[in-house]
């Protein structure tokens, strides 16, 4: 985790509201195996899975802490940072990989200053690479959010920033 | 039963074994690495792999497959040896070779293995792990780059510890041990993860660098600390106890400690040990000769208006001893602690079972079908008891019902049913809960031919559920399924803890205990009864050698206010530390003030050894030889691990000296006082050291039961305050674990627990000083916000000399108190 978002987490967990996740929890509450459900749900208000909230589902739940982090550590859902507006994906599995991903990644992380699986302290990106989009006929790939951006360049790396730049933040 | 052949031999082995349980027994050996006896089979390494020609020689884990009839296994053809050595190979891929300075160096598992099966080149390649090592906190130090990723750190912390604090996290080859959201290990510190950890991932830090494993001397025995009685390895090296070792096979707890017990032992060698004796001069203690101390201690003893309280530390022996002394000193007033301490066991049990003493075991926690724990403590007092409720628990499906003044961990365990009642009031709800299955006729049939039966019914018949349900906060239809749930187990056992810090756990609350189990006829079978689960290691052992008040003699109560009054002129502590363990502080350091010679055996100047006329330096249960009772009255003999420190003496070496100057004639030995014990103590009959041996032997309990109706003292609430409990704290036992390293990294302090509730509404945050008053005093304790308290309700722990709860705490089952900033 950089450094700036340690910080915004840090800040923002102590306002977080409980009885948004507690509302979640009451509906699963007596269900058997409602682990997941409770937080999927949680995630869909938070938008991520505050440090505060886990620990207050397992309370809730009688679970150790523990065990919701390795669950959300173990499925790819979860997440456990605040993620940004735009969801930024470049691919890099082979043939992406082949045709010169490393290069967009590089260069997706020095114009955002953040790494993979980091979000920009603004909340405005979050950065992922992954494997195999199965658009490999158009490699590299990249993606934000549901728009597929096909034979990426170094150049279009800026035009993709530029554009989602302008874009409203709700 | 069933037939199998194993490596060409006939074997037999219980249906229920696995391959490796029934090679195990039948004395053939299949390596394992992520499986261990205590925790559910896991399968995890495939060290452990062997051929069953049922299966076509394919490699099945030997810890997972149970037997069947007729199974033909084969633990070592060439293939098998191929197998594991390339299992060996791909753990050593990423694990780094630093052996050398590991402190797991020679204890693990995974070197061994490497060694025996000469696995001395790499095949394949890969990168070390880059993990970060975990070192911020002081007792545990994690290095999960060493890790092979067995589980059982995380299995035994959640399957035996019930804490979870470790788990698997993240996935694939990025998978690793860790904790909730990565951060740093802060738990209950048992250990039980570092024990079965077999590499060096997780490591025992106070030990670090001290020694390598293989030239530790190993001296079994019993821990000094509470009434468990667990089994302890020291690992001593030039005279100095360095560590504890594990042994899985060890006692009935299988080798697993609490954090006391684990990381507690460096009070041992502890800087502050007394070495030689001291007597006052001028005001001030000053250095003598035994001979000179002792002969002061004789003189004065001789002069008679003679007074002793003692730890519940001594051995049998010394108590023995020290009884003589008494006698010899011509008096009858000796205890071994706060005399409501253990009136549960001396006078609660004795008069409903006619003997001092709790009519089950430990071992019958995991054979009950029902569990009522009085005060969710017993676990904090009592950790390694704790592990066995939990197993009973998850393990087994005992049912669990608790009744508490305060919520805790047991309380979480699946299913458990927790009444938390208004503080002081338990024996009112046990009353109730015995008159329900009286109404509802939920006795066993013998239960009206017992002695009582009929005073009992009458002095019960105003404590319906309804009217009790006011007093204790508890509705009566809880009441009433308690009971039910009680009544209708076919076994079901008590488990209460009494000691210095439990009032309210009197004689009363011990017959009110007594009377459900006799009238339901829960008593004397396996996993039934009543087990009183006193405070310190040796309690049962000084009830057992009679040493609290009798025959006219005073308790330790009325010894200080004789103390005070000046008709006891001198009195003899011996490892008692009276002025922070006993109630109402002023009362206490006035009676000590009062004495004309305070005369103090300690290992350390403790508060009030630094009040004495003559301090004589005692030695630890590690310096000696003795036996100690447990809880459950297995009585286990240990010896010495190491040569006394300084010029520090045995109390049965003090005491002899005493009773020979007093013209009586000591034992010569701690054997022979022992065969005295054997020829007099009840129960002891036919015990020598020899016949201990490694297991103990419980000394047995013959039951005569009478009802008794327990008296009920109704808490005057005073209105506007809030109740204090005061108790232990699962980290310390007594005050001796001050001088043990590892409790006081992890509980450094005294602190006030104080509900989410009162909190907001006396603006209390974590860590605010508070001043806490009664009508005893004031004094400044941390606050903690917890979620276990109910509102009304504050606790504190009454180990630290510091935060001085007793000066707050008055000795009455509740002690009401303002908090203020
Ligand atoms: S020390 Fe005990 S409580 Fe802590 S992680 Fe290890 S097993 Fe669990
Ligand atoms: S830390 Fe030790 S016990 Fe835990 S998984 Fe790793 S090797 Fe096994
Ligand atoms: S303090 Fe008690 S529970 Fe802990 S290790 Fe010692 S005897 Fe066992
Ligand atoms: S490898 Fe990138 S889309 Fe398939
Ligand atoms: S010991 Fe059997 S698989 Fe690990």
């Known amino acids: ?170 | 039963m069933v037939n199998l052949t194993i490596d060409d031999k006939q074997v037999t082995a219980p249906k229920t074994a696995t391959i490796y349980e029934a090679a195990k027994l039948n004395g053939i050996n299949i390596p394992i690495l992520c499986h261990d006896s205590k925790l559910k089979p896991f399968g995890a390494c495939r060290m452990c792999l062997v051929e069953v020609e049922q299966m076509k020689g394919r490699q099945i884990p030997a810890c997972t497959t149970p037997v069947t009839e007729g199974m033909i296994i084969r633990t070592s053809t060439p293939d098998i040896v191929k197998a594991r050595k390339m299992v060996l190979e791909l753990l050593l891929l990423n694990h780094p070779i630093d052996c050398p300075v590991c402190d797991k160096g020679g204890d693990c598992d995974l070197q061994n293995l490497t060694y025996e099966y000469q696995v001395s080149a790499n095949r394949f390649t890969d990168e070390k792990f880059q993990h970060e090592i975990d070192y911020n906190n002081p007792l545990i130090e994690r290095d999960m780059n060493r890790c092979v990723l067995c589980g059982k750190c995380a299995r035994i912390c959640d399957e035996v510890v019930s804490f979870g604090a470790l788990t698997f996290i993240d996935r694939g080859i990025e998978t690793k041990i860790g904790c909730e959201f990565e951060g740093a290990l802060n738990c209950e510190f048992c250990g039980s993860c570092v024990s079965v950890c077999p590499v060096g991932s997780l490591l025992a830090r106070p030990f670090k660098f001290k020694a390598r494993f293989w030239a530790l001397t190993k001296q079994k025995s019993v821990c000094g600390y509470c009434g468990t009685g667990c089994n302890l390895t020291l690992g001593v090296q030039d005279n100095k106890v360095l560590t504890t070792i594990y042994d899985a096979e060890q006692g009935f707890h299988k080798g697993l400690l609490c954090a006391r017990g684990r990381f507690g032992y460096q009070f041992i060698n502890n800087d502050k040990r007394l070495t030689k004796p001291m007597v006052r001069k001028d005001g001030a203690l000053r250095e003598a000769s035994w001979d000179e101390a002792l002969q002061f201690v004789a003189g004065r003893l001789k002069g008679g208006n003679v007074a002793a309280l003692s730890t519940a530390r001594l051995t049998n022996e010394e108590f023995v001893l020290f009884k003589d002394l008494m006698k010899l000193a011509g008096s009858a007033s000796y205890d071994h602690s706060a005399g409501y301490a253990h009136s549960a066991l001396t006078k609660g049990l004795s008069r409903s079972f006619g003997v001092a003493a709790s009519t089950a075991t430990i071992l019958d926690i995991q054979k009950s079908d029902l569990l009522l724990v009085i005060k969710t403590d017993a676990y904090e007092t009592h950790p390694v008891v704790g592990f066995e409720i939990n197993q009973a628990v998850k393990n087994k499906g005992v049912k669990l019902s608790i009744l508490s003044d305060k919520r805790g961990k047991l309380g979480k365990l699946p299913g458990a049913k927790t009444l938390v009642h208004a503080p002081g009031t338990e024996i009112a709800l046990l009353n109730a809960i015995t008159k329900v299955i009286l109404d509802e006729k939920l006795t066993a049939g013998t239960a009206a031919s017992v002695a009582g039966f009929a005073e009992l019914e009458r002095a019960l018949s105003d404590f319906t559920p309804e009217a009790v349900a006011g007093q204790t906060g508890i509705d009566a239809a809880s009441i009433v399924q308690f009971a039910r749930d009680y009544a209708s187990a076919e076994k079901a056992l008590i488990i209460f803890p009494t000691g210095l810090a439990y009032p309210g756990h009197n004689a009363d609350l011990a017959s009110a205990a007594a009377n459900l189990a006799i009238l339901t006829g829960k008593l004397g079978t396996e996993g039934s009864g009543v087990l009183c689960m006193a405070e310190k290691n040796n309690s049962q052992g000084a009830v057992d050698m009679g040493f609290y008040p009798a025959n006219g003699g005073k308790d330790a109560g009325q010894i200080l206010e004789d103390c005070a009054s000046g008709s006891v002129k001198t009195l003899f502590v011996a490892g008692e530390n009276p002025l922070v363990s006993y109630p109402d502080r002023s009362k206490v350091s006035a009676a000590l003030d009062k004495v004309d010679c305070l005369i103090v055996s300690d290992l350390f100047l403790s508060e009030t050894a630094a009040m004495a006329d003559v301090v004589l330096p005692a030695c630890s249960f590690a310096e000696k030889e003795g036996t100690f009772t447990s809880v459950d009255r297995r009585v286990q003999y240990f010896k010495p691990a190491i040569k006394k420190v300084g010029l520090s003496k045995s109390d049965f070496e003090i005491f002899s000296v005493l009773i020979n100057l007093l013209g009586g004639q000591a034992p010569a030995s701690p054997a022979a006082a022992f065969a005295d014990i054997a020829a007099s103590a009840p129960g002891y009959a036919g015990m020598s050291y020899a016949k201990l041996g490694e297991e103990g032997a419980f000394a047995p309990v013959d039951v005569k039961p009478a009802l008794v109706a327990p008296a009920v003292v109704r808490p005057t609430v005073e209105q506007g305050k809030l109740a204090l409990l005061v108790g232990s704290v699962l980290y310390h036992c007594g005050t001796l674990s001050q001088y043990g390293e590892g409790p006081m990294y992890v509980c450094p302090e005294g602190y006030v627990e104080i509900s989410r509730a009162d909190a907001a509404a006396h603006k209390v945050s974590e860590g605010d000083l508070l001043t806490v008053t009664s009508s005893t005093g004031s004094t400044q304790l941390k606050a903690r916000i917890s979620p276990r308290l109910p509102a009304g309700v504050v606790f504190a722990p009454y180990h630290f000399e510091a935060a001085q709860v007793n000066t707050i705490w008055s000795g009455a089952a509740v002690t009401w108190v303002t908090v203020g900033k």
């Open chain 1, 1 to 170: 985790m950089s450094d700036a978002v340690a910080q915004q987490t840090e800040q923002q967990e102590p306002e977080i509201d409980l009885s948004i996740a507690d509302a979640v929890i009451d509906k699963y509450i007596d269900i058997p195996g409602n682990l997941m459900p409770v937080l999927q749900g949680v995630q869909d208000e938070y938008g991520y899975i505050p440090h505060v909230v886990a620990d207050h589902i397992a309370e809730r739940l009688n679970v150790y802490p523990s065990q919701i982090y390795g669950v959300l550590t173990f499925y790819a859902q979860f997440h456990l940072k605040p993620r940004g507006r735009f969801i930024i994906r470049v691919c890099v599995g082979t043939a992406c990989h082949v045709s010169g991903a490393p290069r967009i990644v590089e260069t997706f992380f020095d114009k955002l200053g953040i790494g993979h699986a980091e979000t920009t302290p603004d909340l405005r990106y979050t950065f992922e690479k992954v494997a195999c989009l199965g658009a490999c006929g158009m490699a590299p790939l990249a993606m934000v959010n549901d728009d597929t951006f096909g034979k990426m360049t170094v150049q279009k790396v800026d035009e993709i920033i530029a554009e989602y730049n302008q874009r409203p933040m709700k």
